[in-house]
T-cell receptor
């Protein structure tokens, strides 16, 4: 079955540690996105990529890094520079074009302990 | 000013009633529009795309007003299962991107009561 997979579902991190969230899709989509959602808040765009080996900062990129070495994969690293990393992280992908919907993974809940 | 703005609600709606809410966007070059539904602690899922002429999907009707830069969602005959947060999504064209990026509103919470 085609889809987008995020792992792990829950992640605990000690302060000062970097952590990488996985996002894989087998939908052959060109574009991939990372969003952050805080309780009672909407989705805020962290990074997005529309083609392999290229990505752009979203609205809240500070303290995060990404790579897009393969079309299927768009991992997000939450670095120690991110001051408040506890949140729900959502990865999405969409085909090329304007009138295309985004498909989401089930999300990763990151908690800093 | 946020690129996509929504009334956070909550909109408390009696079962069987009609509820409508809007979403405004600031970038006039926005190309495409969607409504997503998000249940508590779950990922968003596409409810419907919004077309220029307006479109209907069962009890749901979406409208686009380009002149005033807003889209709307109307839910008729509300069901308890319609309780969720409804996210407005705009595909925003930028100077460097060929087809833009997806920008989400903060969501409108709808609570349908018996």
């Amino acid at each position: 079955d085609g889809g987008i997979t995020q792992s792990p579902k829950y992640l605990f991190r000690k302060e000062g540690q970097n952590v990488t969230l996985s996002c894989e899709q087998n939908l052959n989509h060109d574009a991939m996105y990372w969003y952050r959602q805080d309780p009672g808040q909407g989705l805020r765009l962290i990074y997005y990529s529309q083609i392999v080996n290229d990505f752009q900062k979203g609205d809240i990129a500070e303290g995060y890094s990404v790579s897009r070495e393969k079309k299927e994969s768009f991992p997000l690293t939450v670095t120690s520079a991110q001051k408040n990393p506890t949140a729900f992280y959502l990865c999405a992908s969409s085909p090329r074009g304007h009138n295309t919907e985004a498909f989401f993974g089930q999300g990763t809940r990151l908690t800093v302990v | 000013r946020k690129e996509v703005e929504q009334d956070p609600g909550p909109f408390n709606v009696p079962e069987g009633a009609t509820v409508a809410f809007n979403c405004t966007y600031s970038n006039s070059a926005s190309q495409s529009f969607f409504w997503y539904r998000q249940d508590c602690r779950k990922e968003p899922k596409l409810l419907m795309s919004v077309y220029s002429s307006g479109n209907e999907d069962g009890r749901f009707t979406a409208q686009l007003n380009r002149a005033s830069q807003y889209i709307s969602l109307l839910i008729r005959d509300s069901k308890l299962s319609d309780s969720a947060t409804y996210l407005c999504v705009v595909n925003i064209e930028t100077t460097t991107d060929s087809w833009g990026k997806l920008q989400f509103g903060a969501g409108t919470q709808v609570v349908v009561t018996p």
